[in-house]
């Protein structure tokens, strides 16, 4: 099992940036890919970003130039910076993390609110 901590959410103003990291913890040297996904109301999950253990990097096209994913092996962490954020972003976020059986493991979500 795999546990995942969010955090860093909260309320932004247009054209603002924020920061978001997820601590895993369990049984995390099975994991493989971590990521992020997004809820806004009304819509259904989606991919935001994901980085595999190798770091290579997956972005929707939504947030493509303006967001960078990274993460620490080391540590267990994954962290996403959201830059030029817009109402649109306005979700729930979620951490992710996929092992070497694909399960897939979730976070307890994390709002992120832009106002315009």
């Known amino acids: 099992q795999v546990q995942l901590v969010e955090s860093g959410g909260g309320l932004v103003q247009a054209g603002g940036s924020l920061r978001l990291s997820c601590a895993a913890s369990g049984s995390t040297f099975n994991i493989n890919v971590m990521g992020w996904y997004r809820q806004a109301p009304g819509k259904q999950r989606e991919l935001v970003a994901e980085i595999s253990r190798a770091g290579n990097t997956n972005y929707a096209d939504s947030v493509k130039g303006r967001s960078t994913i990274s993460r620490d092996n080391a540590k267990n962490t994954v962290s996403l910076q959201m830059n030029s954020l817009t109402p649109e972003d306005t979700a729930v976020y979620y951490c992710?993390?996929?092992?070497?059986?694909?399960?897939?493991?979730w976070g307890q979500g994390t709002q992120v609110t832009v106002s315009s």
């Open positions: 992710s993390a996929g092992d070497s059986r694909f399960r897939k493991y």
